[in-house]
T-cell receptor
């Protein structure tokens, strides 16, 4: 039972345009969501996150939106750059009081983003 | 500060062989974990540890053993490798009470079992 799903295996966009990556989850206990970026032959690196008490978090060109009622989150990259080409993983976890967590993450399947010059 | 290191980078095993995947971190992190990444499945948690001498199972623990004798090292053992264990394995670490997003992943070990 896949609790976090990324239904688009791949996405191709033109440089300068917006990239929108989507993620759905089923577990109502998840209260913290993260996006990781992964280049070939490297481990995932943290990109941006959002707590369930917010519906938007922005960091430079990257914005994550959370729709709790729909159990859906999305990552917007504006403008997209060729260096953004990578695999993007959505992940979710349940945090303890105070917002910390051991870090047991449930990942989606990943979306391969290709940004063409 | 090397971060999270994993050895070997690549390994080919025959069915039934045993091996240990090494993971080490030099950040004094209490929490360490192992994930496997398979096509179409994302990363799945195998085992984790909240400190030396303490380990617990994740989502897919069968076929794997772990132990944590030091803070720095968290080896993953395959006692009798099976083709279903062909995967890329990632180790990760963080401070136990640190922020969720401050978890660092190693570069991975690509394992093929024939």
């Amino acid at each position: 039972d896949q609790q976090v799903k990324q239904n688009s295996p791949s996405l191709s966009v033109q440089e300068g345009r917006i990239s929108i990556l989507n993620c759905d989850y089923t577990n109502s206990m998840f209260d913290y969501f993260l996006w990781y970026k992964k280049y070939p032959a490297e481990g995932p690196t943290f990109l941006i996150s959002i707590s369930s008490i917010k519906d938007k978090n922005e960091d430079g060109r990257f914005t994550v939106f959370l729709n709790k009622s729909a159990k859906h989150l999305s990552l917007h990259i504006v403008p997209s750059q060729p260096g953004d080409s990578a695999v993007y993983f959505c992940a979710a976890t349940t945090t303890h009081a105070g917002g910390t967590s051991y870090g047991k993450l449930t990942f989606g399947q990943g979306t391969i983003l290709t940004v063409h010059p | 500060n090397a971060g999270v290191t994993q050895t070997p980078k690549f390994q080919v095993l025959k069915t039934g062989q045993s091996m240990t995947l090494q993971c080490a971190q030099d950040m004094n992190h209490e929490y360490m974990s192992w994930y496997r990444q398979d096509p179409g499945m994302g990363l799945r948690l195998i085992h984790y540890s909240v400190g030396a001498g303490i380990t617990d199972q994740g989502e897919v623990p069968n076929g794997y053993n772990v132990s944590r004798s030091t803070t720095e090292d968290f080896p993953l053992r395959l006692l009798s490798a099976a083709p279903s264990q062909t995967s890329v394995y990632f180790c990760a670490s963080k401070f136990l009470t640190g922020a969720v997003n401050e978890q660092y992943f190693g570069p991975g070990t690509r394992l093929t079992v024939t």
